[in-house]
Nanobody, 121 residues
């Protein structure tokens, strides 16, 4: 019913920047929270940043001041601008959205397939 498609990952040198995008499509009535999570090899998936429909944001301490999350409600799209990237930011980045689909009375979480971000010289 709902698909999330991420784009924008890749290889970047330390100190560089990348911008991730995630577009949601399908039978969407409303999206409450959209967010980014990441999972490094051998580690658990962790929160990077979230943003609700009203624009309230939340960031992991490790990315505060370097990453910026934003969204375009009209396009059902969330972005993650990543600056001053560090090798420890290397991970697969996943998009998530809490979606109310047409005909449903409750929000459900959906996930994208992930996009690889590698920070290395």
């Amino acid at each position: 019913q709902v698909q999330l498609v991420e784009s924008g990952g890749g290889l970047v040198q330390p100190g560089g920047s990348l911008r991730l995008s995630c577009a949601a499509s399908g039978s969407i009535f409303s999206i409450y929270v959209m967010g980014w999570y990441r999972q490094a090899p051998g580690k658990q998936r962790e929160l990077v940043a979230t943003i609700n429909r009203g624009g309230t944001t939340n960031y992991a301490d490790s990315v505060k001041g370097r990453f910026t999350i934003s969204r375009d409600n009209a396009k059902n799209t969330v972005y993650l601008q990543m600056n001053s990237l560090k090798p420890e930011d290397t991970a697969v980045y996943y998009c998530s959205a809490a979606v109310l689909v047409f005909g449903s009375s409750s929000y459900h979480d959906y996930w994208g397939q992930g996009t690889q971000v590698t920070v290395s010289s």
